[in-house]
């Protein structure tokens, strides 16, 4: 259960630090609630086309990173939970080299609050 809560966590974390494609839960992306917690989240960050194109695709790499981690068979648990970790961080530092200094306070608030009303926190 603590493996799965860890997973659904990390997945929770890069949908809600990834940026939403226009429409993206109308148009087929495979995303459903977790495009809607983007977009709520986005919505007023006035983000450009260019940063949405770039947090998009790393929101993307940084899944596909995640995935080949949860899918290392080589690694043990807390080896996962580590590499996840580094991810994260590099993921975080990334998105705030795309976004102003003011839409990445902004975001990390909104972060900081959905995880409080959900009772979870960053693992950071």
């Known amino acids: 259960m603590k493996k799965t809560f860890l997973i659904a966590a990390i997945v929770t974390l890069f949908s809600v630090s990834a940026t939403y494609a226009q429409d993206s839960a109308s148009a ?9 917690r983007r977009e709520a ?10 940063q949405k194109d770039k947090l998009k695709a790393l929101d993307a790499d940084g899944f596909k990173q995640m995935k080949a981690v949860h899918e290392d068979n080589s690694l043990s648990e807390d080896q996962k939970k580590d590499k996840m970790k580094e991810i994260r961080m590099a993921q975080k530092e990334a998105r705030d080299k795309i976004l102003t200094k003011e839409q990445s306070e902004k975001l990390d608030a909104k972060m900081k609050e959905m995880r409080g009303r959900r009772g979870g926190n960053s693992g950071s």
């Open 28 to 36: 087929g992306n495979g995303h459903g609630k977790m495009g809607n």
């Open 41 to 50: 989240l986005y919505n007023d960050l006035n983000l450009t086309q260019d």
